[in-house]
């Protein structure tokens, strides 16, 4: 199993411009999960999906969208770029039964955004 | 929202020194993990402890969850340059199920 892949590896865009973050996982999960990471901020959650069809916004919404289309796809959408959304943005994903109890997510390798 | 407030925020030792990192939180949570991440890699789970007092050991790590389940210690004992990394605290509780990390605990071992 190759867990949960992220393309690209890396990418600069220029504001306004827009891109998509493409992540998938191949663990039959279906929970997943769109972070982004700041230097000295931890992980803040933008978007997650709980199965196919499924999204619901997180702490950081604000300039992404997302769709799940499928079980295992799972992309992030910025239209519009903006200089605040340099960051590193982490996809994650894990298989839960309801909502409560333990929760172990498997995290991709990131995406190294800069916008200038 | 939960806060995690992880302290201290950077830590440089020497190989084989004993350390500690916090995790601590005014709300009570149904379970916390810790994961550390490597430089340019995403966050890799650690341990998940859900039980009041709770030990866990894995190696030469060993977690420990507050009575309370508001906090949490992570101790790594002798330190070694593969330890080095950031290490995060995440917590989930009450009716909000989406996990919340901390900023994250900076260690660097040298040898």
């Known amino acids: 199993n190759a867990g949960v892949t992220q393309t690209p590896k890396f990418r600069i865009l220029k504001i306004g411009q827009s891109m998509t973050l493409q992540c998938t996982q191949d663990m039959n999960h279906n929970y997943m999960y769109w972070y982004r990471q700041d230097p000295g901020m931890g992980l803040k959650l933008i978007y997650y999906s709980v199965g196919a069809g499924i999204t619901d916004k997180g702490e950081v919404p604000n300039g992404y969208n997302v769709s799940r289309s499928t079980t295992e796809d799972f992309p992030l959408r910025l239209e519009l770029a903006a200089p605040s959304q340099t960051s590193v ?9 309801g909502t409560g109890g333990k929760d172990t997510q498997y995290f991709g ?7 200038l | 929202t939960q806060l995690l407030e992880q302290s201290p925020q950077f830590l440089s030792i020497q190989e084989g020194e004993n350390l500690t990192v916090y995790c601590n939180s005014s709300s009570v949570f149904s379970s916390l993990q810790w994961y550390r991440q490597e430089p340019g890699e995403g966050p890799v789970l650690l341990v998940t402890v859900v039980t009041g007092g709770e ?17 949490s210690s992570l101790h790594i004992t002798a330190a070694q340059p593969g330890d080095t990394g950031l290490y995060l605290c995440a917590a989930m509780g009450g009716s909000n199920y989406k996990l919340t990390f901390g900023k994250g605990t900076l260690l660097t071992v040298n040898p």
């Open chain 1, 89 to 97: 943005y982490f996809c994650a994903s894990s298989y839960r039964l």
């Open chain 1, 109 to 115: 390798p990131g995406t190294r955004l800069t916008v």
């Open chain 2, 55 to 71: 030990v866990k050991k894995l190696k030469r790590l060993t977690f420990q969850f507050g009575d309370a389940r508001k906090d």
